[in-house]
């Protein structure tokens, strides 16, 4: 069953383009994302880690659809980062049961995406002289929250893709048992109506020698007694 997480999630994840196109109404995404994107921000059923890195992409939005210099990079950067927010909610579709390695992998995340916003907020605000004596090195940053990027998403992917094999690996020692379980009835099954049978055949060979009546009220006394037990 999944999780109210899980639900949320799946009902808030749309389809996404590396490069967004304008809305009617000038904005980079659609409203239903923002509106969607700070609805789990506030929902209770999402567990502390990940609201804040939910937190840290909406920054990251609100700097794309501000930003001055650098738009495209800006909208790139945003859109990762949701689709990485996408894959921990599916390598943690519990929070109440989040293992301590992922839980440290999701702050570590949360503290990368405060230091790209530090980050693009210098380069997609900052005009003039300034900007362009930083030219250069503006473009190095931005390869490198790229590359950073690409590197968490790497590692999320890895993460959901385990939980999956381990969730499948799971289902079949449960079918294994399940299967187990079946054979062992079966066979105590045979071998009970091989107990009747033998019991019977018994009961059958002792009558012969007795009076018709006196053959008839053994046989079926002791079937009684046979079928009564346990």
Excluded at 60 to 75: C, F, G, M, N, V
Excluded at 132 to 161: C, P, V
């Amino acid at each position: 069953m999944s999780s109210p997480q899980g639900l949320l999630m799946k009902q808030f994840r749309l389809p996404w383009q590396k490069k967004p196109k304008p809305t009617s109404t000038g904005r980079t995404f659609p409203d239903v994302m923002w509106t969607s994107m700070c609805a789990l921000k506030e929902s209770a059923d999402i567990f502390p880690p990940l609201k804040s890195a939910v937190a840290g992409v909406i920054a990251l939005w609100e700097i794309a659809e501000r930003a001055k210099h650098s738009k495209d990079d800006a909208q790139y950067i945003a859109v990762r980062t949701k689709e990485i927010v996408d894959l921990i909610a599916e390598a943690v579709p519990d929070g109440s049961a989040i293992a301590p390695p992922m839980l440290q992998s999701i702050e570590h995340f949360t503290a990368v995406l405060d230091d790209i916003r530090c980050s693009m907020e210098a380069i997609a605000f900052t005009g003039g002289l300034s900007r362009a004596l930083r030219l250069n090195r503006n473009e190095g940053t931005l390869q490198s929250i790229k590359a950073k990027l690409d590197d968490e998403y790497r590692d999320f992917s890895t993460a959901s893709a385990l939980r999956i094999e381990v969730q499948q690996a799971k289902l079949e020692l449960q079918q294994i048992k399940i299967a187990a379980e079946q054979a062992n009835v079966a066979v105590q099954q045979a071998k009970q109506q091989k107990q009747t049978q033998s019991t019977i055949e018994e009961v059958s060979a002792v009558t012969v020698t007795l009076p018709p009546e006196l053959s008839k009220l053994l046989f079926y006394s002791r079937a009684i007694v046979f079928l009564a037990s346990p």
